[in-house]
């Protein structure tokens, strides 16, 4: 009895000094920008991720009480109610909320493996693993401070669950059941996307039963009800099923059903569709396409957004290893550690899921790291706890553990200290969105590009056309035409999307009962104003947009955002509208070159990758070509933030412009149809269509403009 209470403390002190550990590491961000304004907004730190915004609208408009039909705030989501839950419970503002709960939420990660580790007997490998775990490279990256996002429980809730399933394969112990059932429902309601893990979870329990433990009844049990809490049902349907099968199972006259329980789940998730959403994140994820295309209608064919969008890329090895354990050095331990660490404790097979998830990374993208982060450092740990095992003496033992645990966290610490990541926007550009709230309504459209959506939704409460979460190819695309193309036909496309995107929602809830029943197909805008102005070729639809079209009925207003960094993308957000919809032919990409590092001798400005820029002859040379510049513009800033522009033209009848932004130091070549376009005319020139356009809010980090059409 003296040792199970020596151990329980033991184990409450490793935990209580792992999780401290956690949250000092994550505070280090917190201090190196403790007096740089430019990261607050009202005296207050913003987070660091532009998904986060998403959430905390969600708990903003749960805490107020106000949501309106279709503008896509998460008040169902648990990361938004949760939020909601402890804003109103705690004493703290919502802004220190949204930014620390991360440090606090993530650093409960070092409970499970310190727990796993207790049933292997190696407290001290628990505390190593923990420590290492916890500021992981990619863990830490995800679940830093301000990184306000699901991440801060993803990891730790199916570590949960692998701590539940090998307890509960161990121990045989009833109450077990009950907790990996309650484990995945959480998971699932924290995040939705949980059901790939957890059917791996199941599969090799599966598979470790018809091996080693055919006989055992018990894993049987514990199969079905983890079924059941996977099954594709609302939650609460789950739950009972969960609880009413944990009842059977206390019941011993009932054992001899136990594999037609089984059977029956194992039917019911298939017939509930349990396995679609598995199979749309490997297409989504390791299936990708660069196109998709539309299976009904016109087939129209859409950049695909997975193309873009870099957690979905293809990463080096060292930056795999790094990610993963912090050093390439530390990932071949920690691989090496874990296979000799399942071959003396079988038990941590189990964690195999988690550690090929993390492995997809390689051909789904570096996001996908995090999850190998926590079980390979188990790896590692125990080979620092088998070394200090063959130490002769307590105080060798112990200055191998401290000396081979310092290596191992130093990489990752040197990491934390150098990831100086910012905040999503800076305090200027959070006054515009917070001016911007009080001209614009709840029900007006702010267009920008996606990466701006959920940050305009939480400051100017106003309502978006894309975002982080929705950003297919098909709605990209009315977006991208209206940032790329010139003022006119920019202007009617923003009309007709806006008006298009308010009739698709009115239409799916005037027919939810015939969408569901006959299962119908919605088209996306761009497809419907082609069938609903007469054409069957988009191309001929989008030409005519050129002409005096009629425009459908305004309904609200339309604001522009346009920022400054959106230069640095503009490239990408041209590409979504840069193809032909109806044969995925991609056209001829737009010249757009921006230099920020450039050195002028006498007249020739060298603007990097072997541009070079003639001011006295108005000529540029690109890939040893020298042509002729069609105009030279200078754009400034005065001491007030006056704008003046002004522009020389040398060759009228010439494709290139050359921009020198003077109070940005930065130089932009570009050819005849970028230079027209909404883009630049708008933000980088101030020179718009005042029939068409009128200025709202006019800074040199922004510009906001009013849609009159």
């Known amino acids: 009895m003296n040792n199970l209470k020596k151990e329980t403390k033991l184990t409450l002190l490793y935990i209580a000094v792992a999780f401290s550990f956690s949250v000092a590491v994550r505070m280090i961000w917190f201090y190196q920008f403790a007096n740089y304004e430019a990261f607050k907004f009202n005296s207050e730190f913003m987070i660091n991720t532009n998904d986060g915004y998403y959430w905390a609208e969600g708990a903003r408009d749960i805490l107020s009480g106000i949501s309106q039909a279709n503008d896509l705030s998460p008040i169902t989501s648990a990361t938004s109610q949760l939020t909601a839950l402890l804003a109103f419970v705690l004493p703290f503002s919502f802004e220190s909320l949204i930014l620390f709960m991360p440090v606090f939420l993530s650093s409960l990660i070092v409970i499970p493996i310190i727990l796993i580790a207790k049933n292997l007997d190696n407290l001290n490998m628990g505390l190593i693993a923990a420590l290492l775990a916890s500021i992981g490279w990619s863990y830490y990256n995800r679940t830093m401070i301000g990184y306000y996002d699901t991440d801060m429980l993803n990891i730790v809730l199916p570590m949960f669950l692998l701590w539940s399933i090998i307890w509960a394969i161990k121990t045989n112990e009833d109450k077990y059941l009950i907790i990996t059932a309650i484990d995945i429902l959480i998971y699932r309601w924290w995040y939705p996307q949980s059901y790939s893990l957890e059917f791996s979870f199941f599969a090799l329990i599966l598979l470790y039963a018809l091996i080693w433990d055919r006989k055992n009844t018990y894993n049987y049990k514990l199969l079905a009800i983890m079924m059941l809490a996977m099954i594709g049902v609302e939650g609460y349907i789950r739950l009972v099923l969960v609880l009413g099968i944990f009842y059977i199972y206390k019941q011993k006259r009932f054992d001899k059903y136990i594999y037609y329980i089984l059977g029956a789940s194992i039917l019911i998730f298939f017939a509930s569709g349990g396995f679609n959403p598995i199979w749309g994140n490997l297409k989504g994820y390791v299936f990708k396409d660069a196109v998709s295309v539309g299976e009904e209608g016109l087939k129209l064919h859409f950049y695909s957004v997975m193309q873009t969008v870099k957690e979905a890329g ?63 450092a188990f790896g590692a740990a125990f080979l620092i706890t088998e070394a200090a095992r063959y130490m002769p003496t307590k105080r060798l033992k112990f200055l191998t553990i401290t000396a081979l645990s310092m290596a191992i966290l130093y990489p990752n610490i040197a990491h934390v200290q150098e990831y100086m990541v910012p905040t999503v926007f800076n305090a200027d550009e959070v006054e515009i969105l917070d001016t911007l709230k009080n001209r614009a309504g709840r029900e007006d459209y702010v267009v920008s590009w996606w990466d701006y959506g959920y940050p305009l939704r939480y400051y100017s409460d106003v309502k978006t056309l894309i975002d982080g979460g929705k950003h297919s190819g098909a709605v990209n695309f009315p977006v991208s035409f209206i940032l790329t193309n010139p003022q006119d036909v920019s202007a009617k496309m923003a009309r007709l999307d806006v008006e298009y995107t308010e009739k698709t929602f009115k239409f799916k809830e005037d027919n939810k009962e015939l969408i569901r029943d006959k299962n119908l197909t919605i088209f996306s805008n761009i497809e419907q104003m082609t069938k609903d102005y007469g054409f069957s070729d988009t191309n001929d639809f989008l030409l005519s947009l050129q002409t005096d079209i009629k425009l459908p009925d305004k309904t609200r207003d339309i604001y522009l955002y346009l920022p400054y960094r959106m230069l640095d993308i503009y490239p990408t957000v041209e590409m979504f509208s840069n193809i032909n919809l109806m044969n995925a032919k991609m056209k001829e990409r737009s010249l757009f070159y921006v230099s920020k590092m450039f050195k002028q001798e006498q007249n020739i400005i060298n603007l990097g990758y072997g541009i070079l820029f003639d001011t006295q002859n108005a000529t540029i040379t690109i890939n040893n070509r020298k042509m002729p510049v069609k105009r030279f513009v200078q754009t400034s800033y005065s001491q007030n933030m006056k704008f003046s522009k002004d522009i020389q033209v040398s060759n009228p009848a010439e494709n290139i412009t050359v921009i020198y932004m003077s109070s940005f130091n930065t130089f932009l070549v570009v050819d005849e149809k970028t230079y027209n376009s909404l883009y630049v005319q708008l933000m980088l020139l101030e020179e718009y269509d005042k029939t068409l356009f009128e200025e709202v809010i006019m800074t040199p980090q922004a510009k906001v403009y009013r849609l009159k059409v």
Request: hydrophobic fraction near 55%; glycine fraction near 12%; proline fraction near 3%.
């Open 314 to 376: 293809h990463i080096s090895f060292e930056m795999f290893t790094n990610r993963i354990s912090g050093h390439v050095v530390t990932f071949v331990a920690s691989v090496g550690g874990f296979i000799y660490l399942a071959y003396r404790h079988k038990i941590m097979l189990f964690g195999l899921p988690l550690i090929g998830l993390g492995f997809l990374a390689y051909v789904g993208g570096l996001r996908f790291t995090i999850y190998a982060v926590p079980v390979l």
